[in-house]
């Protein structure tokens, strides 16, 4: 029950990040935000804030943020509509009910002649054989079985913003992640502790190469085989061609510099055999240090994940071994029976993944949407909204598609 939870938090976080990334940057150019919605399909729980609808949604494979212009408004008012209008004490209209027997602040019942909310926000309507036009509020709400939705006039629309505003409103989703990945790793580095630079150990291996030589949590290698260390980086590369080579140690114990003699074990470490003494540097909490740490580190794992992309386009990678929500679900499993610095660490990981996933250059993510704004800034119109609708409805159709796939191979590896 624990790791469920850990799990729906998780995803949870992940999502609602990267989303409210989004929300935030088109509510500052503008853009009237007609849902937050963490998770696709039925919905669960909502709650209505000003001009935007939160909802929780029932299968919590993603999010998305309905900004009006974007797509096809959910609720359209069309010529023969049967409406009622709630008027203003100015007599402007701020409701329109569709069905107006529903509803008990009607003021004005009748067909649509002529609805126009985005330009001259009139409603002309045709009440018994009389044409009338009132004005619409720019906040009139649409009103269709229970669904409220606010009108947009053309101003507060996607398309109405410079390509500036809307490359950072699509761009913010991706960037909250990296941002999410780095405070998380500052946390972890502020609890823990961040790795010194020094030579100092933090623990040793049972029946490690150092254990067995007598090396000690606090003893400070200073050199192998009389060169000398700088960090723990040379440390590594001084080890990693002499595994089961005996090797000469030099330490310092309580201010005495003490040499021993040892063999390095062997570690298949990326196809090559390095050798190890068994040992992990000593941890310091230090703001400073965690804040500096968890900038590299996530500069690191994002270098990591390009690199992976990289070799599966250029087919280094195959499909079948991309993790897919199964997969992932079992890892985070197996990382949350580990602590909860363990599930940080991982939660960072896929933070870094959601956001480097998302900026890729294909239909229907983030990142297919800045190209599409790249052409329109290069080109100086935009590309027919039609046209880049079904570019982007194809491509999620293909990524669904990979995600089926993905999933099957989740599946096939649960019972291998």
């Not at 989004?22 to 937050?36: N, P, S, W």
């Not at 780095?182 to 040793?204: C, E, N, S």
């Not at 595994?243 to 570690?267: F, H, I, N, S, W």
Request: charged share 20%; net charge negative; with cysteine.
């Amino acid at each position: 029950m624990t790791t469920f939870i850990a799990i729906v938090l998780m995803f949870g976080v992940l999502i609602s990040v990267h989303e409210w990334g989004h929300l935030v940057m088109a509510k500052r150019a503008g853009i009237l935000c007609h849902e937050f919605a963490i998770g696709f399909g039925p919905k669960i729980l909502s709650f209505r804030k000003n001009e935007t609808l939160y909802t929780i949604r029932l299968l919590p494979i993603g999010g998305y943020v309905k900004m009006a212009g974007e797509d096809f408004e959910p609720i359209e008012v069309k010529a023969g509509q049967h409406v009622g209008l709630r008027l203003t004490a100015a007599g402007t209209v701020d409701r329109v009910y569709f069905q107006p027997d529903q509803a008990t602040d009607v003021h004005v019942v009748g067909t649509v002649d002529k609805f126009d909310s985005i330009r001259e926000l009139k409603v002309q309507l045709l009440v018994d054989e009389e044409v009338r036009v009132y004005e619409l509020e720019r906040e009139t709400l649409l009103v269709d079985q229970g669904m409220e939705i606010q009108i947009a006039p053309y101003d507060r629309t996607f398309g109405a913003q410079s390509v500036w505003k809307r490359v950072l409103a699509i761009a913010a989703g991706p960037a909250m992640n990296f941002v999410l990945a780095f405070i998380l790793l500052v946390i972890v580095g502020l609890v823990q502790g961040t790795p010194t630079d020094d030579g100092q150990i933090g623990t040793v291996q049972p029946e490690s190469a150092a254990a067995q030589a007598g090396l000690m949590a606090g003893d400070e290698i200073i050199s192998i085989e009389g060169n000398e260390l700088d960090n723990w980086a040379d440390l590594r590369e001084a080890l990693a061609d002499r595994a089961d080579v005996p090797t000469e140690v030099t330490y310092v114990r309580a201010g005495t510099e003490q040499t021993v003699t040892l063999t390095p074990q062997p570690l298949e470490q990326n196809g090559e055999t390095v050798g190890i003494l068994g040992v992990t540097n000593a941890l310091e909490r230090s703001p400073t240090k965690a804040f500096t740490t968890g900038a590299e580190t996530t500069w690191t794992m994002s270098t990591l994940i390009f690199s992976a992309v990289g070799d599966l386009v250029t087919g280094q990678v195959g499909v079948d071994q991309l993790a897919g929500p199964v997969g992932i679900v079992r890892m985070t499993d197996e990382v949350a029976a580990s602590g909860l610095i363990m599930l940080l660490n991982w939660t960072a990981l896929l933070s870094v993944n959601l956001a480097i996933f998302n900026l890729l250059p294909l239909p229907a993510l983030d990142g297919g949407r800045l190209i599409f704004l790249f052409f329109e800034a290069v080109r100086g119109r935009p590309i027919d909204p039609k046209k880049e609708g079904f570019v982007h409805f194809i491509g999620f159709a293909l990524l669904m598609l990979l995600m089926l796939i993905v999933t099957w191979n989740d599946i096939q590896s649960f019972f291998k």
